[in-house]
């Protein structure tokens, strides 16, 4: 999976930050330390970490990915990330 999108509230900007849905790399949220839940009502699944959105990107970093672009919309800010594929 060469891309990955993270996403934290501005009001959390110390964490959490959801790093994933059901459907990500365990391999790289096994990395990552993230837990998967699912909030009551919801159908789908999210992984998040405690960490701040900047440690999580130095994380990625390490394993060779690099933010594409990044966003704010409305309270959330989000980045998107991508690896070369070799």
Same mark, same amino acid.
């Given at each position: 999976?060469? @891309?990955?999108?993270?996403?934290?509230? #501005?009001r959390l900007e110390t964490g959490p930050?959801?790093?994933?849905?059901?459907y990500s790399d365990p391999d790289i949220?096994?990395?990552?330390?993230?837990?998967?839940?699912?909030?009551?009502?919801?159908?789908?699944?999210? @992984?998040?970490?405690?960490?701040?959105?900047?440690?999580?990107?130095?994380?990625?970093?390490? #394993?060779? @990915?690099?933010?594409?672009?990044?966003?704010?919309?409305?309270?959330?800010?989000?980045?998107?990330?991508?690896?070369?594929?070799?």
């Amino acid at each position: 999976m060469p @891309y990955i999108l993270i996403s934290t509230q #501005i009001r959390l900007e110390t964490g959490p930050t959801m790093v994933g849905d059901e459907y990500s790399d365990p391999d790289i949220m096994c990395h990552l330390g993230a837990r998967k839940t699912c909030v009551l009502g919801n159908n789908f699944s999210e @992984y998040h970490v405690d960490d701040p959105p900047r440690v999580v990107l130095n994380k990625l970093e390490l #394993i060779g @990915y690099r933010v594409v672009c990044m966003t704010g919309m409305g309270q959330t800010l989000a980045w998107c990330l991508h690896k070369e594929t070799v």
